[in-house]
């Protein structure tokens, strides 16, 4: 939270004093980067099929639920411009998030302070997360200041439950986290480039739905049958 703190503060100053041509093209970048993240992430899942029907089911919950529409909601309320169409805020909030709460290192990192109290990589993490934010807050502004807020719930949750859920967490479904995860970096990708729009807060579920299903396939002998 801190280094997330202090490298989008940082940003935030340099965005008043950078011409928007320099602010767009960096906006660029990341939401190439975005995919390419996105991308190496979905392909360590090991069972595709179980990866996107997970998915899909996650992402008919989030929308039933209409999460993205409250967390826009809850936007507004933090930031008065937020509802407007050309504001950056909520998409700043979800690719700050997503960037730095979604992948591997993020989990492993928890399951080890919250089990044997090694902090090394989430320390690691924290400093990649100093310049990420930095150049994130660049491009989108003070959305990314705001993520310190889910970044605690997560990554804190998962740490004060780390003894509880590392058991059942083995490699595979990792992988199938980090797969679903993936998929989002990509949509969140398309989101920042402006190629199509899709409501990425809506597809959170998939987190969750795309690991039980990959626990109920090893029970049952159906997981990775292809």
Do not use: W
């Not at 919250?114 to 400093?127: C, E, H, M, P, Y």
């Not at 990649?128 to 970044?151: C, E, H, Q, R, Y």
């Amino acid at each position: 939270m801190v280094t997330v703190a202090v490298g989008s503060t940082t940003g935030l100053v340099l965005k008043n004093k950078l011409p928007k041509p320099i602010i767009k093209i960096i906006f660029q970048v990341l939401g190439v980067f975005t995919i390419f993240l996105g991308i190496d992430s979905t392909f360590q899942s090991n069972d595709y099929l179980t990866l996107v029907i997970g998915v899909i089911v996650g992402a008919i919950i989030g929308q039933s639920l209409k999460l993205e529409e409250r967390l826009e909601k809850l936007a507004t309320r933090l930031d008065p411009e937020a509802g407007e169409e050309d504001s950056t805020f909520t998409k700043g909030l979800m690719t700050a998030f997503m960037l730095f709460c979604v992948g591997t290192l993020t989990v492993l990192g928890c399951f080890q302070e919250g089990i044997a109290g090694d902090r090394k990589l989430l320390i690691t993490k924290s400093f990649m997360d100093l310049f990420s934010s930095a150049a994130l807050a660049t491009a989108f502004g003070k959305g990314v200041l705001f993520s310190i807020i889910p970044l605690f719930l997560f990554q804190g949750g998962l740490t004060l439950g780390a003894q509880y859920i590392e058991p059942l967490m083995n490699g595979d479904l990792q992988a199938e986290l980090s797969g679903a995860g993936g998929l989002m970096l990509i949509a969140l990708g398309l989101n920042i480039l402006d190629i199509v729009k899709i409501r990425v807060v809506n597809l959170l579920p998939g987190l969750l739905t795309t690991v039980l299903l990959a626990a109920l396939g090893q029970h049952f002998g159906f997981y990775n049958v292809l």
